[in-house]
C-alpha cells in the first residue's frame, strides 16, 4: 500500500451492533479503498480500529464507518482520538480480545441474502442446493451463538471443522466470508435427513426430495428451521390442512402460511391483497409473518383461517425454504412446532416424541438450536407496520429507557406471551416470544432466556420487576429468585411501554384495553383509561364493571361474559347453554364471579351475543370473528353510551345501551358488529373530551391487547386526530402482554428516579 504526503493516526471506538455483521471485513475492505494502514479487532462488542494515513482519508474513513456500514450493522461511533503515527505496513484483522466488561450487541437471525441465493440456484456454484449457505451479512446469530464475542468457537458450528475450500473464504479479508462465522458447505457443513415411518433417509439430496414428495401427498412434514421446527403441509389441500388442525389440535387459530419470493410475488398476489408497506415489511430484512387482506378468488383452503378475512402470510428466509417451495410450486402452512402456547421445539427427539401424532415425517438437519425463536408478526395499522410477536429477525430487541435503571433490573413480563427484559444504564434488551407460562416446559424456556441474555450480554441482574398479578407464574418465579423485587401494575405497564416508544411526550391519556389484568383497587381491569406519564399513572376512566361467571374460562368461553352482561342488566339471555341457570345463582351469590371492566371481555360477549361463537379454542378468536364480521358492514353509526363520573370519581362508559342493538337479530350480524366497534371508539372521545376539558392537553395513547384490532385502532386514531388529538399506537414493542417487561421496565426506571 503506496502513500505520500503528511500522515496522521487515530484510534476509533465503535459500539452498537457492529458484531456477526461483517463490520470487520467491511472496515478493511474500507481501509484498502482509502489507503489506510493499522488494524481492527473485536474487542467485547465493541469494535476498536487504529488507523494512519493521509488526513482527507482519515477524516472520509470516520464519517464511512458510520454511514457506509452493511446493511445488517447500526453501528454508533463512540469515540475518535487523535494518536502518535505509527508504522505498519498494510491494514490487519486482529483477534478478538474478551474483556470484563462489555458492551454487546447481539444480533437476531438473518435471512438469506440475495447473493447467496444465487449461488444456491448457480448449478456451477459449489454450494448449489446446499440448505445451509450464509455469508457474513445472513444467516442465524442469536439462535446459533453460545457466547460472545461472536467467534466459531463461541457457536454451535464448532463442532463442524472448516474444509479446504471454506477455510480459504473464512481468511480472505476481501471475501464476503470473511469470517462468517456459520460459513460451511456439503462437504464440512451440517447435513439433512428425512425420517418417514421409521426409515431414515441420509442423502441430503434424497432427504429433501422425499420431504417434497410427502408434503405433495398431503403429508403433514415438521422441518426443522433456523429458531425452531415448522409444521408444513400443503396449503391448498383442504384434507391435509384439515388433517393438521385435528391432530395438533388446533381447530380454528389462523395458521401461517409461506409464498415463494420469487416472479415478483406472483403467487402471493394472487391470494392477498397486498399494499405498499405490507409489501415492504414482507421483503425486508425481518421477514416477519405479516397480516393482509384475503382475495375471495384465491387457492388457498378456507381452513387456513376459518372465519376470518385477513392470514398470515410469510416469505422464505432460510435457503431451506427456496428449494422447497421451488420444488413443490404451491404455498406451504409453515405453524410452529409446538404444544399450544408453549416456545417451538428445537430439538429433534422432543419433536419426535411430543409432535409423533401431529407429523407424518421429519426434515430434521444437525446444527444445533441453541435457543429457540418463534416467527415475528407484523401487521399494518395506519400505514405503519407495527410489531405484534418478537422473534427470529427482531429479537433479542434493543432499545433506549428514558430514563436510566439505578442498577441492572431483569423484567419477567406477564403470564401470557412471555418476554422477558435485561436492563442496564439506559440500555434494554427485550427476549424473543417465550410464549404462555402453564407448562414445565415454558418455564424451562423462560428460565433458560432470562440466564441467557445476562450471560450474553454480562450484565447480572441486582433487581427484579414483576406484575402485580398474584398468580402470575413469573411473580411466583421472581420471588423466589432471591433478588429485591418491584411489582408494576399491568395496566400501567402497558401505558408505560406505549410511552417508552415516545420519549418527547411527557403528558399522556392512555386507553388501556385488553383482557384482564391486576388492578389498583384488586379487581381485573381491562378497560382503563389512565392519565400521566410513566411512574405516576392516574385511573381517570373506565368501564362499567360486571362480574364474570366462573373467572378465568370465560377467557375460552365468551358466552359467559354475553350472560354476565345481561345478569348486570337484570335480564336473561336465552342463547345461554343448558345448566345456565345453576352458573347464575354462584354469580348472584359472588362465588368464582370477579370484578372486570376489560374490553376483551366486551367483545367476546358482542360476539356470543351475536351468535358468532360461544366457545373458542384461543383466547382471540371470538374478537377477530367480531372484527371480521364488522368489516363486511363498515361504516356504521355507534350507538351513544352514556359516559358519566361514577364514585369513585371515575368516567364511566355504561356498555347498557349496546344490549339492544346486539340482540336485535332484525339487524344483520354485521351491521350490529360494525355499530360496536363505532360506539366504544366514540365512548373513547367522550372520555378524552372530558379529560381534556378537566386537564388540559396531552397526547392520546391506545395500546393493550384489544388494539390489535385494525379496524378498531385506525377508527380510533382517525376519530381522535379529527377531535383535535395527537394519537400514537405502539409500532416497535407490541401492544399485547408481549410488551409488558419493556413497559415494567420504563415504569421502573422513571419511579426509581422521581
Not at 503506496?2 to 471485513?25: D, K
Not at 429479537?395 to 429507557?401: G, T, Y
Not at 345501551?657 to 360496536?676: C, E, M, Y
Request: proline share 8%; aromatic share 6%.
Amino acid at each position: 500500500m503506496s502513500q505520500s504526503g503528511p500522515t496522521a493516526a487515530m484510534r476509533l471506538w465503535l459500539a452498537g451492533q457492529v458484531q456477526g455483521v461483517g463490520y470487520r471485513p467491511f472496515v478493511y475492505r474500507l481501509a484498502q479503498r482509502l489507503e489506510l494502514r493499522g488494524w481492527v479487532r473485536n474487542r467485547s462488542g465493541q469494535v476498536e480500529i487504529h488507523a494512519t494515513g493521509s488526513p482527507p482519508a482519515l477524516e472520509r474513513f470516520q464519517w464511512a464507518l458510520v454511514h457506509e456500514a452493511p446493511p445488517l450493522a447500526r453501528a454508533r461511533l463512540m469515540s475518535c482520538e487523535a494518536i502518535p503515527a505509527f508504522d505498519s505496513e498494510d491494514f490487519q484483522i486482529r483477534d478478538s480480545e474478551e474483556s470484563t466488561h462489555a458492551d454487546i450487541h447481539v444480533p437476531p437471525d438473518g435471512f438469506a441474502c440475495d447473493d447467496c441465493l444465487r449461488e444456491l440456484r448457480d448449478p456451477h456454484d459449489r454450494r448449489y442446493r446446499y440448505p445451509f449457505i450464509n455469508c457474513t451479512q445472513c444467516g442465524p446469530r442469536y439462535t446459533l451463538i453460545e457466547r460472545l464475542p461472536y467467534d466459531r468457537l463461541h457457536t454451535s458450528m464448532a463442532a463442524f471443522p472448516l474444509c479446504p475450500d471454506c477455510r480459504r473464504e473464512y481468511e480472505n479479508p476481501l471475501d464476503r466470508r470473511f469470517h462468517a462465522e456459520p460459513v460451511a458447505c456439503p462437504l464440512c457443513g451440517p447435513q439433512l435427513r428425512f425420517v418417514h415411518d421409521g426409515v431414515t433417509v441420509h442423502d441430503p439430496a434424497a432427504a429433501l426430495a422425499a420431504c417434497v414428495v410427502a408434503l405433495r401427498a398431503g403429508r403433514i412434514v415438521a422441518v426443522k428451521g433456523i429458531g425452531g421446527y415448522h409444521l408444513m403441509c400443503d396449503a391448498t389441500q383442504p384434507a391435509a390442512v384439515a388433517r393438521l388442525r385435528a391432530r395438533k389440535p388446533r381447530p380454528a387459530k389462523p395458521l401461517a402460511v409461506m409464498f415463494p419470493a420469487n416472479d415478483d410475488l406472483a403467487v402471493l398476489r394472487r391470494e392477498v391483497e397486498l399494499d405498499g408497506e405490507s409489501e415492504r415489511t414482507l421483503l425486508g430484512p425481518m421477514r416477519p409473518i405479516v397480516l393482509v387482506k384475503r382475495r375471495t378468488d384465491g387457492r388457498l383452503c378456507e381452513g387456513v383461517a376459518p372465519g376470518l378475512d385477513d392470514i398470515g402470510v410469510m416469505l422464505p428466509y432460510s435457503p431451506l425454504h427456496p428449494l422447497l417451495l421451488d420444488d413443490i410450486g404451491v404455498p406451504l402452512v409453515t405453524t410452529s412446532a409446538n404444544i399450544s402456547g408453549e416456545p417451538v421445539l428445537t430439538d429433534a427427539a422432543d419433536v419426535a416424541s411430543r409432535l409423533r401424532h401431529v407429523a407424518d415425517a421429519f426434515l430434521h438437519h444437525d446444527r444445533p438450536i441453541v435457543r429457540p425463536a418463534d416467527d415475528p408478526v407484523l401487521q399494518v395499522v395506519a400505514g405503519r407496520a407495527r410489531v405484534l410477536r418478537l422473534g427470529r429477525g427482531n429479537a433479542p430487541l434493543e432499545w433506549e429507557l428514558p430514563h436510566a435503571v439505578r442498577q441492572p433490573t431483569l423484567a419477567v413480563g406477564g403470564h401470557a406471551r412471555n418476554t422477558v427484559g435485561l436492563a442496564w444504564g439506559t440500555r434494554v434488551v427485550i427476549s424473543p416470544h417465550i410464549g404462555d407460562l402453564n407448562s414445565p416446559r415454558s418455564m424451562d424456556v423462560f428460565s433458560r432466556t432470562i440466564a441467557d441474555l445476562q450471560q450474553l450480554y454480562g450484565v447480572r441482574a441486582e433487581r427484579i420487576v414483576c406484575d402485580a398479578h398474584p398468580a402470575y407464574a413469573s411473580r411466583h418465579w421472581a420471588e423466589r429468585a432471591g433478588l429485591p423485587v418491584t411489582k408494576v401494575f399491568h395496566h400501567h405497564a402497558h401505558a408505560s411501554a406505549l410511552a417508552g416508544e415516545y420519549p418527547d411526550i411527557d403528558h399522556w391519556l392512555v386507553f388501556t384495553w385488553d383482557g384482564t389484568g391486576y388492578g389498583e383497587d384488586g379487581t381485573l381491569w381491562g378497560g382503563e383509561a389512565l392519565l400521566g406519564s410513566p411512574g405516576a399513572w392516574r385511573r381517570i376512566g373506565t368501564m362499567r364493571p360486571f362480574r364474570l361467571p366462573g373467572g378465568e374460562r370465560a377467557a375460552r368461553e365468551p358466552w359467559r361474559s354475553a350472560c354476565a352482561l345481561t345478569w348486570e342488566s337484570g335480564d336473561d339471555w336465552n342463547g345461554a347453554p343448558e345448566g345456565a341457570d345453576v352458573l347464575r345463582h354462584a354469580w348472584q351469590r359472588h362465588l368464582n364471579a370477579p370484578t372486570t371492566s376489560a374490553v376483551g371481555r366486551l367483545f367476546d360477549a358482542a360476539a356470543a351475543l351475536l351468535g358468532v361463537v360461544h366457545t373458542t379454542s384461543f383466547e382471540a378468536q371470538a374478537p377477530m370473528l367480531l372484527e371480521a364480521a364488522a368489516r363486511s358492514a363498515w361504516p356504521a353509526p355507534p350507538i351513544r353510551l352514556s359516559v358519566e363520573k361514577d364514585a369513585r370519581q371515575l368516567w364511566t362508559v355504561d356498555w347498557a345501551a349496546l344490549l339492544p342493538l346486539l340482540r336485535d337479530d332484525s339487524v344483520s350480524i354485521g351491521a350490529r358488529a360494525a355499530a360496536f366497534h363505532a360506539s366504544l371508539v366514540q365512548s373513547m372521545l367522550e372520555i378524552a373530551g372530558h379529560a381534556r376539558a378537566e386537564h388540559g392537553s396531552f397526547a392520546v395513547g391506545l395500546t393493550g391487547g384489544v388494539f390489535q384490532n385494525r379496524l378498531l385502532a385506525e377508527h380510533g386514531l382517525a376519530q381522535l386526530a379529527h377531535a383535535g388529538f395527537e394519537a400514537h399506537l405502539p409500532a416497535g414493542i407490541p401492544p399485547n402482554d408481549a410488551g409488558i417487561s419493556f413497559g415494567q421496565l420504563v415504569e421502573t426506571a422513571r419511579t426509581a428516579e422521581s
